[in-house]
């Protein structure tokens, strides 16, 4: 008996609980064992470290990181799919280290402190529909995660790893880049899910920057200033930044004098500016 789910037994174990993928809750489960063994290999996790996961759905990758001798902490927001995945993986994994919570990824702050400590990775198939939300939440919420590989909608992971300057460049870039440089690790095909997405997926992943020698940024509060500034930047983004930012500053007057004295070019786009220069900016405004 293989310990790992294929496409009948998803298909199977959805119906036996009545559960239909919804778009509301972003749900396409993995069917394909090699997909999800390739995603535990290529999360370069130490052994035995403890793997936080986000939306388990059905348990495909759940099993496979047990399988390679992970110790799981699962936080599923469906209390039928939260339910059954402990006796699925009894079943096909008997005694395997999981901890299922039942819980609004976007609203935990708190994670059980068992035999295996902290979750230090986190490794998931996102909902697309909330997937930089969610991260982003996490990162900030749980500083024991030193590094993250998860799987999403392939426009929101190169976004995630896109450089200034490029297209696809946006808020999201320079948020998720204050915990750790990005990198799409890998594509992922929409036929490895049921049902199958209308979008291909991509695996991204990050190294949080204390993780490999390397310290935060700048403090809470820079980031918090820092962020309102991004989404006012990002929220007119074909503006130049003078006057995206004059709500923030009060008039375009005054941005333009934050700017120059980040020396920072006041008609240049939200596009063009990096973590650095945003950082930049916030100080001055904070000073």
């Given at each position: ?8 037994e ?6 036996q ?5 919804t778009?509301?809750?972003g749900q396409?489960?993995?069917?394909d064992?090699n ?10 996790l130490?052994p ?19 399988e ?21 993986v ?30 230090t990775?986190?490794?998931a ?10 991260l ?51 594509q ?7 049902p ?14 204390d ?18 500034l ?32 980040a020396?920072?070019d006041p ?5 063009q500016?990096g ?7 916030a ?5």
């Open positions: 008996m293989s310990a790992l789910l294929g496409p009948a998803v298909r199977q174990l959805a119906a609980l009545g559960v239909s993928p778009k509301k809750l396409n489960f993995v069917h064992a997909t999800v063994r390739r995603i535990v290999v290529t999360a370069a130490t035995g470290e403890h793997v936080l996961e986000i939306g388990p759905g059905l348990g495909s990758l759940t099993l496979g990181l047990l390679a001798g992970h110790p799981v902490t699962a936080v599923e927001i469906d209390q039928r799919l939260a339910a059954q995945l402990p006796l699925t009894e079943r096909l994994q008997p005694s395997a280290p999981l901890t299922v919570i039942t819980a609004d990824a976007l609203r935990i702050t708190e994670l059980p402190v068992g035999d295996a400590g902290l979750p990775a986190l490794v198939n996102l909902p697309y529909n909330i997937s930089v939300p969610v982003l939440h996490l990162l900030a919420n749980f500083s024991s995660l030193q590094r993250a590989l998860v799987m999403v909608q392939a426009e929101v992971g190169h976004r995630l790893a896109a450089p200034p300057g490029s297209k696809v460049f946006g808020g999201p870039s320079i948020k998720a880049a204050w915990y750790g440089q990005w990198r799409v690790e890998g992922v095909s929409r036929h490895v899910f049921w199958v997405p209308n979008v291909d997926s991509v695996l991204v992943g990050m190294a949080r920057r993780a490999v020698g390397g310290q935060a940024p700048g403090t809470e509060a820079e980031k918090r200033r820092m962020g309102e991004v989404d006012a930047a990002f929220g007119q983004r074909r503006k130049m930044l003078r006057q995206a930012l004059a709500e923030v500053y009060g008039s375009a007057a005054l941005a333009t004098a934050a700017l120059e004295a020396g920072l008609t240049a786009r939200g596009e500016l973590l650095a220069e945003f950082l930049r900016l100080r001055v405004s904070a000073a």
